[in-house]
């Protein structure tokens, strides 16, 4: 029995310092741009060696993943909450445009990262791993809009419409948000922030666009 709650003892501890490099890793990459982190320097502010660290992780591009992964898992665990709560596929639709623009250096991160790890073709596995669950995500709004469309609330053209229309507007509003010369300009910006959320929650509605 002793030999076991070691055992489990270790495998606690394993798993907290892993937590431990991924925070210090992704608020060092925030702070300091990816490329200008190191595995030293991500192990000197957890407090171990850069040995540790590969006890953990085989490269820097895994810790990358992971803390994507991390991040589409958040939104997946977000829109199951809204939907065994309340199904308020209105506010499901709000949630993710708000999911993707309320920690801008983050999302601005994630995105670089993805477009270099894909160019490499790096950690395939994981790279897998993280597009199945943004599918999952995307599964998810299409229902909504599906949905939406059927009760005659919403155009009726391909959901991959209004889907990317969202995306694309939770983008623009991202780098809007990091751009010092528009952050100078919008001075209001909780009242705009919630001036573009109710553009994008009323985007896409019935009777606004016309076919050519």
Known sequence: MADLEKASQKAREFKQREEEVL????????????????????????????????????????????????YEEEMAQLFQRIEETSGNKEQ?????????????????????????????????????????????????????????????????????????SAWALAHGAVALMQSQFYNTVIEDKEGFIDFLLQTGIRMGNRGQYKKK
């Open 92 to 164: 499901l639709a709000k949630e993710f445009f708000l999911f993707r623009i309320k920690d801008p250096k983050r999302y601005m991160l994630f995105d670089r990262l993805e477009q270099k790890l894909v160019a490499a073709k790096s950690v395939p596995e994981l790279l897998g791993r993280l597009h199945k669950i943004r599918a999952s995500n995307a599964e998810k709004l299409t229902r909504i809009i599906q949905a939406r469309i059927k009760e005659g609330v919403l155009e009726d053209v391909p959901p991959y419409f209004h889907v990317c």
């Open 23 to 70: 925070q210090a890793a992704l608020e060092l990459f925030l702070e300091m741009g990816e490329d200008r982190v190191t595995v030293e320097m991500i192990a000197e502010k957890v407090g171990i060696g850069k040995g540790t660290i590969y006890k953990h992780f085989e490269t820097k591009d895994e810790i990358y993943l992971l803390l994507m992964i991390r």
